[in-house]
Structures are given as structure tokens and as C-alpha cells.
């Protein structure tokens, strides 16, 4: 898998329902439950539901500091 492919997926699934689960330092874990808004270069950006935005990057998917559920 790479970033190219990872931003393909994502910008087939724009306006998809999307749970992101970010894992922090200290083993800190935190749920983001949304919408892929979205989409540039190098990031993306989910709308949560109670209102936030939220950016990833790929590099971060591939890195696995973050991990999505489509």
C-alpha cells in the first residue's frame, strides 16, 4: 500500500460515514466518528458529528498512528 492508493480510497469515499481511532503518546487512544469531508494533497479532513474537524495525513495510515474504519 501507498500514499497514492490510500488518497484514491479516500476520495472514492467522500461524504462517507468514517471512524477514525488515533493512537497518542503514553498509550493514549482517541475515537473520531465522522464524515471524509475532504480531501488534498497531502491530508484529509473528516468532519466529526458533534461538530470538529480533524485532519490526517497518509502518512500517519501508513505509519499506523492512525487507523480508519469505512
Known sequence: MN???IR???????GSKIIV????SRNKKER???VVWKIYKNI???RTF???????SYIDI???TIKIYI
Open 3 to 5: 500514499i497514492k492508493c
Open 8 to 14: 484514491e480510497y479516500l476520495v472514492s469515499k467522500i
Open 21 to 24: 481511532i488515533y493512537y497518542g
Open 32 to 34: 473520531y466518528d465522522g
Open 44 to 46: 484529509f479532513i473528516i
Open 50 to 56: 458533534n461538530g470538529d474537524i480533524k485532519s490526517f
Open 62 to 64: 501508513l505509519t499506523r
